[in-house]
T-cell receptor
């Protein structure tokens, strides 16, 4: 069984440019999460989806970040425009449901904004 | 103050040593307690999770939860160089539907 697949693995962009990250969760996992991990810190939740519905986006900076999960499967996270402080690893995770005891994470997208 | 505080490390031990990794938390609503292992440039990998106070063992790993003290630990016996990684504790509030992570402890096991 394939795990959570993310692409690209690495991205370097200039500030003010747009960027998008893609995630394909484990088949059958209804809950999908986007986390951001800064260097030396634990992951912090950006948004949680139950199927195609965003049920918790309270930590998503909505002025520049957007996300979608079409048909309740793949998801895309977008930043426009990117700022220097957005440099981080963006992790996608999935689980069968939000009550599960743990998530399966992808390898992440390492974003560098210069 | 963060909801989850993790001993920062880094931690360096000789091969074969017993390792103790620890976290404290402040939110009584946390119901699941997890430990993840994260290798460099990889995503976190779930090692163990527990729902209640007490001990849970899986091979060389033992997870311990003390809800009365709001304290969790992960013990690694007979540590191996392949255990060298960053270990993240995490706790889930199912009412909120999300996990909160500690900042991780980086462990190096020297041959």
């Amino acid at each position: 069984e394939a795990g959570v697949v993310q692409s690209p693995r690495y991205k370097i962009i200039e500030k003010k440019q747009p960027v998008a990250f893609w995630c394909n969760p484990i088949s059958g996992h209804n809950t999908l999460y986007w986390y951001r991990q800064n260097l030396g810190q634990g992951p912090e939740l950006l948004i949680r989806y139950e199927n195609e519905e965003a049920v918790d986006d309270s930590q998503l900076p909505k002025d520049r970040f957007s996300a979608e999960r079409l048909k309740g499967v793949d998801s895309t996270l977008k930043i426009q425009p990117a700022e220097l402080g957005d440099s981080a690893v963006y992790l996608c995770a999935s689980s069968l449901d939000a009550d599960s005891g743990g998530y399966t994470f992808g390898s992440g997208t390492r974003l560098t904004v210069v | 103050q963060k909801e989850v505080e993790q001993d920062p490390g880094p931690l360096s031990v000789p091969e074969g040593a017993i390792v103790s990794l620890n976290c404290t938390y402040s939110n009584s609503a946390f119901q699941y307690f997890m430990w993840y292992r994260q290798y460099s440039r990889k995503g976190p990998e779930l090692l163990m999770y527990t729902y209640s106070s007490g001990n849970k063992e899986d091979g060389r790993f033992t997870a311990q939860v003390d809800k009365s003290s709001k304290y969790i630990s992960l013990f690694i016996r007979d540590s191996q160089p392949s255990d060298s990684a960053t270990y993240l504790c995490a706790m889930t509030n199912t009412n909120a539907g999300k996990s909160t992570f500690g900042d991780g402890t980086t462990l190096t096991v020297k041959p």
